[in-house]
Nanobody, 115 residues
Framework: VQLVESGGGLVQPGGSLKLSCAAS????????MGWYRQAAGKERELVAA???????YYADSVKGRFTISRDNPKNTVYLQMNSLKPEDTADYYC??????????WGKGTLVTVSS
């Protein structure tokens, strides 16, 4: 499974960005996809996840501001980020878990929230 993120960039506080993660390869084996982020000097943390059944999870820090969704025909997962804060600045990584317990990662996309 290959994961390719896009959509990162520089945005002012209060602004919005939409990240995309395109999956290819043995995607039939994937049951959960998600977004993690890692800020400078901090550990990687789970931001949001979505299952094949469209069940979602959000970290408390992004609830009400971020929305994860998936387009199955396009094999793509999105992360809509609204009301961005400087503390949302991080490298954002797409993640996929397969039914046989394998975890896949994208290379990441940088989101910078600054005025």
């Amino acid at each position: 499974v290959q994961l390719v993120e896009s959509g990162g960039g520089l945005v002012q506080p209060g602004g919005s960005l939409k990240l995309s993660c395109a999956a290819s390869g043995s995607i039939f084996s994937i049951n959960v996809m998600g977004w993690y982020r890692q800020a400078a000097g901090k550990e990687r943390e789970l931001v949001a996840a979505i299952s094949n059944g469209a069940e979602t999870y959000y970290a408390d820090s992004v609830k009400g501001r971020f929305t994860i969704s998936r387009d199955n025909p396009k094999n793509t997962v999105y992360l809509q980020m609204n009301s961005l804060k400087p503390e949302d600045t991080a490298d954002y990584y797409c993640n996929a878990h397969s039914q046989d317990g394998i975890t896949y990662w994208g290379k990441g996309t940088l989101v910078t929230v600054s005025s």
